[in-house]
């Protein structure tokens, strides 16, 4: 049976830890990242945007996701990633999803006050837990492309738990989604996150964290990439960040870099063979790596 997000996020909060929430658009990508947290014996959380759900179908993935928290003891969770158009969010609702995100972070605080009510209506009724999101994450987010970031305000981030009933609160805190977040210094607000910590009492998460591993570029670099300019968030600033209370940790760029590389690396190697299952079989154990190294980082080894 799939996870209660609400459940495993409130024991991340409770003992101090991020549970790693990975995006997922196909079969081998789940199976890396659940193969990881079954063998650091970590909870999960598989996390599909509307971007996976145009790709690969919400009763796939949904499928797969369940398939695998039936096939393993650790807590796996399905979530609903910036969830913007809301008949998408009733139909993870309706599903059976564990979580849905509304992201309304793009309108004015009290429309995204207004849309996240709705949705917070329609998810209890089933058992379904939300994340809504205050300020904006920068870079590429979805299908809306170049943003930039507005600091979560902390008092505002009180009134609209107050005044919403979410479950999560997603903060900007000086991350991006994408590979590159920082063209300078990398260096997060965390007396920004202290301040929202000490008004709140819900889980916080934290978007764009991926940390662009250098070995992962490098590999894809030399089979021919062209990643020039790459930057992620530095592992140490994740760890301020979840010593000061980030409780979920969004990561799929660098499932996608070592996706990327994986493939890249075997077919230069390997130009007569065309067996899907030989091109993929090494991206899924490299983003079983990443991942790996995602959950260790976090503090959730063993949480499941
Ligand atoms: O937060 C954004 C995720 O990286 C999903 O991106 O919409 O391209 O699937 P996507
Ligand atoms: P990255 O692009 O840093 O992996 O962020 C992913 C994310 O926030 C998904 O919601
Ligand atoms: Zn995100």
Redesign the pocket.
């Known amino acids: 049976m799939l996870a209660d997000t609400k459940i495993i996020l409130e024991k991340a909060r409770r003992k101090n830890y991020a549970v790693a929430h990975f995006?997922i658009?196909n079969l081998e990508i789940v199976q890396g990242v659940v193969a990881a947290a079954v063998k650091l014996k970590a909870p999960i959380i598989l996390a599909t945007?509307?971007?996976?759900l145009n790709?690969a179908g919400m009763n796939y993935l949904y499928s797969i996701a369940k398939t695998a928290s039936e096939l393993h003891q650790i807590p796996i969770a399905l979530h609903l990633?910036?969830g913007k158009n809301l008949k998408a969010i009733r139909q993870a609702i309706n599903l059976g999803y564990s979580s849905v995100m509304i992201d309304a972070s793009h309108e004015k605080f009290e429309r995204n006050v207004r849309l996240t009510k709705k949705v917070v209506r329609w998810a209890h009724r089933k058992g379904v837990s939300v994340e809504a999101e205050l300020g904006t994450?920068g870079g590429?987010?979805?299908?809306v492309s170049a943003r930039k970031i507005i600091y979560t305000n902390p008092e505002k981030a009180r009134e609209f738990i107050d005044r919403t009933g979410c479950d999560f609160l997603a903060v900007a805190i000086g991350t991006s989604?994408?590979a590159y977040k920082f063209k300078g210094t990398a260096k997060l607000r965390i007396d920004l996150l202290k301040e929202i910590k000490n008004r709140t009492k819900i889980p916080l998460v934290l978007?764009?964290a991926s940390g662009v591993p250098k070995n992962v570029v490098k590999m894809a670099e030399r089979y021919g990439a062209n990643l020039k300019g790459v930057q992620g968030v530095p592992d140490q600033q994740i760890s301020l960040a979840v010593k000061n209370g980030i409780n979920k940790i969004?990561t799929?760029?660098d499932l996608r870099i070592a996706f990327d590389a994986a493939v890249r690396n075997f077919l230069k190697g390997n130009p007569k063979d065309f067996d899907p299952r030989h091109i993929l079989a090494p991206a899924r154990d490299l983003i079983q790596k990443v991942a790996e190294q995602r959950i260790i980082l976090f503090g959730s080894v063993k949480k499941g």
Request: aromatic share 4%; hydrophobic share 15%; net charge negative.
């Open positions: 995006n658009n945007s509307e971007g996976a790709y990633d910036h994450i590429t987010e979805d299908l989604h994408g978007h764009g969004n799929d760029t």
